[in-house]
Nanobody, 120 residues
Framework: QVQLVESGGGLVQAGGSLRLSCAAS????????MGWYRQAPGKQRELVAT???????NIADSVKGRFTISRDNAKNTVYLQMNSLKPEDTAVYYC??????????????WGQGTQVTVSS
């Protein structure tokens, strides 16, 4: 019903920058919030940053001041600008979008993930 397609991952040296994009398509195109999560090998998936349709953001302390999340509602796309990257930012980054359906039920959608590798 909903497809999230990520792009922009890759290999970068410490201190470098990358920009991730995630475009939504399908039956539902309005989402309460869109954002990014990441999962490093052997670790649980963790929130990186989210942004609501109104522009409110929630950013993990570990990336605050280095990562910026933005959203283009007209394009159904969310972006993650990552600056001053560190080796500990290495992970698979997953795009997420959620909507509230009938009876207040929350539906979550996930992208396939994009690898970000930061070399020291």
């Amino acid at each position: 019903q909903v497809q999230l397609v990520e792009s922009g991952g890759g290999l970068v040296q410490a201190g470098g920058s990358l920009r991730l994009s995630c475009a939504a398509s399908g039956r539902y195109l309005w989402f309460r919030a869109m954002g990014w999560y990441r999962q490093a090998p052997g670790k649980q998936r963790e929130l990186v940053a989210t942004i609501t349709s109104g522009g409110s953001t929630n950013i993990a302390d570990s990336v605050k001041g280095r990562f910026t999340i933005s959203r283009d509602n007209a394009k159904n796309t969310v972006y993650l600008q990552m600056n001053s990257l560190k080796p500990e930012d290495t992970a698979v980054y997953y795009c997420n979008a959620d909507r509230i359906g009938d009876y207040g039920i929350r539906f979550d959608y996930w992208g396939q993930g994009t690898q970000v590798t930061v070399s020291s």
